[in-house]
């Protein structure tokens, strides 16, 4: 149950970056810097400080960002980036390359 919590937090947090802040909305990269510098930005860390609270699990994994990301993209289409719909058609055209092969 806990697991479930944290994941909607985390969803909650994407939607609100992505509400703020629309150059985020095509670049995961940038998105996940955000929100670790955010969840870092009251410890002055250094660069080596950062790896470390993210090899100790302190920060939330991109993945999880990434794929929350997507999620809160398919659900609120306001949230898309530009390089949105390109993007899925893209991976409709893999998908039929793919039954093909």
Same mark, same amino acid.
């Given at each position: 149950m806990e697991i479930i919590?944290? %994941?909607k937090n985390i969803k909650e947090r994407v939607?609100?970056?992505l509400a703020l802040?629309?150059?985020l909305?095509?670049?995961d990269n940038k998105l996940i810097a955000n929100i670790w510098y955010n969840q870092m930005k009251n410890k002055k860390a250094t660069a080596a400080d950062l790896l470390q609270a993210l090899s100790d699990g302190?920060?939330?994994k991109p993945e999880? %960002?990434?794929r929350c990301r997507q999620k809160v993209q398919e659900q609120n289409p306001h949230?898309?980036?530009t390089k949105y719909k390109a993007k899925q058609e893209q991976g409709?055209?893999?998908r039929d390359e793919i039954k093909e092969v």
């Open positions: 919590t944290e %994941i939607k609100e970056w802040y629309p150059k909305r095509d670049n302190k920060l939330i999880s %960002i990434r949230l898309r980036g409709n055209e893999f």
